[in-house]
């Protein structure tokens, strides 16, 4: 980094530091009543509809900047949305276990209604990896607030059962994408929520989870690696930029060696240009742009690295997307990797989301892990 760009930094401090405030103001105005976090509040495809897994992203950021209250509601509508599935995760585990597992279309969705329905339009909707995320942001929540777990503990426990019993199906991933496959970043997902209730559970559930955590890093060692790092899928030679998720904030490969500091390097070497993130190599979404979140992801991995200044850098360039407005987007056309799959998006679901939560989410988070977002004291 050269010192003026050095410069340019500490200018942007403030500016920065301003934007994760109204970040967070931002998210606390949209929360719903129920405790859903939006994933957009205008965009066609998103209204009306909440993520596991973007809201368990959402809700840690929102933990990290000490919105303790809007983290909670979030786990709480979580909680009530898996408390209602109690007979379905039943029989979801019943079967797997006889060895008659229930097709994709009769496991858990990854998207619901603020209301904790299911959607009634058709969706790419079985997806793992939200609920690892959620195991993961509520134990760290309530690590970080000295919190009782208890709170959510059934609903915990139905979604490690849920996870033992499911987690080597293929599935779409994070991009509702190749649901033939075993994700890389679906599997570390599910890892870090496992790991991180484990000492949570009852000595059955815990015992279980220890080998199937066993069996996940087993798995990712023996089939979802390729030179050296991390791999898209189990099989690929590619790199996808939600595996940045592993090494921070899931932390589920360290970020300063082995596999998670060669997945790093490998993901800003193939997906980061000036700084903005692409999510793999053949993205067409809306003409394969860059999306602030991952740049955050990238900062986060780089600060948990120790290297404070390409961190920053990164929440710098994600707080260049922002608009006039003050909302972050989902990605930018800056340097789209595929331009003529652009106006396809655009006529079929209208502009690129803008807010989207999760983008002001990740720039809270990495706000916080690099001391540019003082911490709300309630």
């Given at each position: 980094?050269?010192?003026?760009?050095?410069?340019?930094?500490?200018?942007?401090?403030?500016?920065?530091?301003?934007?994760?405030?109204?970040?967070?103001?931002?998210?606390?105005?949209?929360?719903?009543?129920s405790?859903?976090?939006p994933?957009?509040?205008?965009?066609?495809?998103?209204?009306?509809?909440?993520?596991?897994?973007?809201?368990?992203f959402?809700?840690?950021?929102?933990?990290?900047?000490g919105?303790?209250d809007?983290?909670?509601?979030?786990?709480?509508?979580?909680?009530?949305?898996?408390?209602?599935?109690?007979a379905?995760?039943?029989?979801?585990?019943?079967?797997?276990?006889?060895?008659?597992?229930?097709?994709?279309?009769?496991?858990?969705?990854?998207?619901?209604?603020?209301?904790?329905?299911?959607?009634?339009?058709?969706?790419?909707?079985?997806q793992?990896?939200?609920?690892?995320?959620?195991?993961?942001a509520?134990?760290?929540h309530?690590?970080?607030?000295?919190?009782?777990?208890?709170?959510?503990?059934q609903?915990?426990d139905?979604?490690?059962d849920?996870?033992?019993?499911?987690w080597?199906?293929?599935?779409?991933?994070?991009?509702?994408?190749?649901?033939?496959?075993?994700?890389?970043?679906t599997?570390?997902?599910?890892?870090a929520?496992?790991?991180?209730?484990?000492?949570?559970?009852?000595?059955?559930?815990?015992?279980?989870?220890?080998?199937?955590?066993?069996?996940?890093?087993?798995?990712?060692?023996?089939?979802?690696?390729?030179?050296?790092?991390?791999?898209?899928w189990?099989?690929?030679?590619?790199?996808?930029?939600?595996?940045?998720?592993?090494?921070?904030?899931?932390?589920v490969?360290?970020?300063?060696?082995?596999?998670?500091?060669?997945?790093?390097?490998?993901?800003?070497?193939?997906?980061?240009?000036?700084?903005?993130?692409?999510?793999?190599?053949?993205d067409?979404?809306?003409?394969?742009?860059?999306?602030?979140?991952?740049?955050?992801?990238?900062?986060?991995?780089?600060?948990?690295?120790?290297?404070?200044?390409?961190a920053?850098?990164?929440?710098?360039?994600?707080?260049?997307t922002?608009?006039?407005?003050?909302?972050?987007?989902?990605?930018?056309?800056?340097?789209?990797?595929d331009?003529?799959?652009?106006?396809?998006?655009?006529?079929?679901?209208?502009?690129?989301a803008?807010?989207?939560?999760?983008?002001?989410?990740?720039?809270i988070r990495?706000?916080?892990?690099?001391?540019?977002?003082?911490?709300l004291?309630?």
């Amino acid at each position: 980094m050269t010192e003026a760009t050095r410069g340019q930094l500490r200018a942007d401090l403030a500016t920065m530091s301003r934007l994760a405030e109204t970040s967070v103001e931002l998210i606390l105005r949209l929360q719903d009543p129920s405790g859903a976090y939006p994933a957009s509040p205008t965009f066609s495809a998103y209204t009306g509809y909440s993520w596991f897994r973007d809201g368990a992203f959402i809700a840690d950021g929102m933990s990290a900047a000490g919105a303790v209250d809007s983290a909670s509601r979030f786990f709480d509508w979580c909680a009530g949305i898996l408390h209602d599935r109690k007979a379905t995760i039943g029989e979801i585990v019943a079967r797997a276990a006889a060895g008659d597992p229930v097709p994709d279309t009769a496991m858990l969705p990854t998207r619901f209604t603020f209301a904790g329905t299911d959607g009634d339009d058709d969706w790419w909707d079985f997806q793992l990896d939200g609920y690892g995320t959620w195991l993961w942001a509520v134990a760290e929540h309530a690590e970080r607030h000295a919190l009782d777990l208890a709170r959510w503990q059934q609903a915990i426990d139905l979604t490690v059962d849920y996870l033992l019993s499911s987690w080597q199906r293929p599935c779409f991933d994070w991009w509702e994408e190749n649901a033939d496959r075993v994700h890389v970043s679906t599997l570390g997902c599910i890892a870090a929520g496992l790991a991180a209730v484990a000492h949570r559970v009852d000595a059955d559930r815990g015992l279980a989870i220890e080998t199937v955590l066993a069996a996940i890093r087993h798995t990712i060692a023996d089939r979802g690696t390729t030179d050296g790092h991390l791999a898209k899928w189990l099989g690929s030679t590619e790199v996808d930029a939600s595996l940045l998720s592993t090494v921070a904030p899931l932390a589920v490969f360290p970020a300063t060696e082995g596999l998670g500091a060669a997945t790093v390097r490998a993901v800003d070497a193939a997906l980061a240009v000036n700084r903005g993130v692409h999510r793999y190599a053949a993205d067409t979404f809306f003409g394969g742009g860059q999306w602030p979140l991952l740049s955050c992801f990238l900062g986060l991995a780089y600060a948990a690295g120790g290297d404070r200044e390409s961190a920053l850098d990164q929440l710098s360039w994600a707080a260049s997307t922002v608009d006039v407005a003050g909302n972050l987007p989902e990605q930018v056309a800056w340097d789209l990797l595929d331009r003529s799959r652009q106006q396809e998006w655009i006529d079929r679901w209208g502009p690129v989301a803008r807010p989207l939560l999760w983008s002001h989410a990740m720039f809270i988070r990495l706000a916080v892990e690099v001391d540019v977002l003082k911490v709300l004291s309630s």
